[in-house]
């Protein structure tokens, strides 16, 4: 059975949540083993700019501004 809430509550929930994707999974997985952006890029086959885009992106969507934070929060959630 589901679980029914408010409009009003659910919009502030979603603010409190990050939903992440498997590529992001898998960039801040590569970033936990000490890969720069250029070695990201060259494993999973994308540019520079592409990674460090999603890495940009990826920041502000959970809010860390600094790298060693947001892999920390990933380890910390069990995500990597």
């Known amino acids: 059975m589901k679980q029914l809430i408010s409009a009003e509550d659910y919009a502030l ?3 409190k949540v990050a939903i ?6 898998q960039i801040v997985s590569e970033m936990a083993k000490g890969l720069s952006a250029g070695d990201i890029a060259k494993a999973l086959k994308r540019s520079l700019y592409t990674i460090q885009n999603r890495i940009y ?12 934070y947001l892999i920390a929060a990933f380890k910390d959630q069990g995500l990597i």
């Open 57 to 68: 992106t990826l920041r502000k969507k959970t809010g860390y501004r600094k790298n060693t």
């Open 13 to 15: 929930a979603m603010k």
């Open 20 to 25: 992440i994707t498997k590529g992001e999974q």
